[in-house]
């Protein structure tokens, strides 16, 4: 989150404001999409944002709305923000740089793609529990 905090001072100290509508670029929207469930392609992880093998069910629920509650406030605090002029970086390549509305939007699909792993999970299992055996 501390990209979104580094955009949102900068934008704020550079006055890069505007209630848009905002269009964003070709290759954000492409990457946008890469990012949106189902997967179209898979690509390991960083090592950067590799999961931790081993957490207890409470403790990822805990800290996944707790990034829920995070992210609301940086949106909050980015209100009346140019989100096409404001830019961020990448929290997995630190090279790349895009939109800080985008940031935002590939945020949001990183979170749903989450939650459609965990129903493919969910969705394995129930299958295997509900298999008769032979």
Known sequence: MRGFDEAIASARARNLTSNGPFAYP?????????????PRFRVRAPSVLAPVREVKV???L???????D???????AADGLDLRRARTRSPAVSWIRYSLGTG?????AH???HIWQARQVRQELERRLLRPTA
């Open 104 to 108: 935002f939007v590939v945020f949001l």
């Open 62 to 68: 805990r800290e996944f709305f707790e990034w829920q």
């Open 26 to 38: 070709l290759l954000e929207r492409f990457f946008i999409q890469t990012i949106e469930p189902p």
């Open 58 to 60: 409470a403790d990822v």
């Open 111 to 113: 979170e749903r793609r």
């Open 70 to 76: 995070q992210f609301a406030h940086r949106l909050s």
